[in-house]
């Protein structure tokens, strides 16, 4: 075990991923080695052992490090092994789990079986070593530090890691987008919002990772349940929009009404102006405070506006 190095688990410039297997233990010679049941890699290159929970524990040691290697055929309550024998530990080895080891074999535990081509892989591997043929490139800078130099990108195993930290970032940025959106109702917004507009915000701070109307839609649906400070509102004429919990519709209407009587009267796009509000809410707001009885409209030739109701 003291041949392994600890790694990122990325894959080098002309390194290949040839096969994983996951439910594989590591031995320390006969001993059960100190780390927990993980994922096996083959690569053109290396062999990579990786932690099942822990993606950040990774480490990994390369195949010219192998002797030879055998088959341990699985017994009552013992799985199948493959015995790998190796090289002593080389003077420029980087530093690992383990500093020492009495023992000069490892030995993988396939628990969830995969051994066979597992084995024939690694023979292959052995056989050809792709690794004389196609170095790996030297590690490209990335930046300063101790893990400056380690290449990014390539293979199953970058491909994995990228997709988690994309899906923490997306989490990241979704919590910041219902919460920005939150302020955004509270100063520019009167409070309410459409769900178009929402609709377009959160997707923008998703990137490519989009919602679907129908998702949007039933997510809004739970604000309530779950206890945040927003909430689904229909309107009589369909619209659907988000407005924030402690804004109630008396306000709405008292707002409608101050304007308009300031005003003397107003049409939805002119309401529209002078609360930074849509044209579509701004009008679903005066069509409020008229079916309350606080407005009334003239719908002429030249569009729908609305005044004090004095009647």
Not at 49 to 61: A, E, P, Q, V
Not at 140 to 158: C, F, L, N
Not at 235 to 246: A, E, N, R, T
């Amino acid at each position: 075990m003291d041949r392994f190095y600890w790694s990122n688990g990325l894959l080098e410039i002309n390194e290949t991923l040839v096969i994983q297997q996951r439910g594989v233990r590591l031995y320390d010679g006969d001993d059960k080695a100190k780390l927990d049941i993980g994922i096996a890699l083959l690569s053109t290159h290396r062999l990579i052992w990786r932690d099942g929970k822990n993606h950040d524990c990774c480490i990994s040691m390369p195949l010219s490090q192998i002797i030879f290697f055998e088959e341990q055929a699985a017994g009552i309550g013992k799985s199948a092994k493959i015995v790998i024998h190796l090289h002593p530990v080389p003077a420029n080895k980087e530093q690992g789990p383990y500093q020492n080891s009495k023992f000069s074999y490892i030995k993988l535990s396939f628990k969830e079986h995969g051994q066979i081509e597992f084995f024939r892989r690694l023979n292959e591997e052995m056989t050809q070593k792709r690794w004389e043929n196609t170095p790996a490139s030297p590690p490209i800078p990335t930046g300063v530090g101790p893990q400056a130099g380690r290449i990014r990108a390539v293979g199953i195993v970058g491909i994995e890691r990228k997709i988690e930290e994309r899906r923490k970032e997306t989490d990241k940025n979704i919590s910041e987008a219902f919460e920005d959106l939150s302020k955004l109702m509270v100063k520019e917004r009167g409070g309410m919002m459409a769900l178009t507009e929402v609709y377009c915000l959160v997707n923008r701070a998703r990137g490519m990772e989009l919602l679907s109307p129908e998702d949007l839609l039933n997510a809004c649906k739970m604000f309530e349940s779950l206890k945040l400070p927003l909430r689904l509102r229909v309107f009589d004429s369909g619209v659907m929009v988000v407005q924030l919990q402690s804004h109630s519709e008396e306000e709405m209407i008292a707002s409608a009404l101050d304007n308009v009587s300031e005003k003397g009267s107003l049409t939805a796009e002119e309401f529209a102006k002078l609360l930074g509000l849509s044209v579509l809410l701004s009008k679903e707001r005066l069509l409020l405070a008229e079916k309350m009885g606080h407005l009334c409209r003239d719908d002429s030739v030249e569009g729908l506006r609305f005044y004090p109701n004095l009647f």
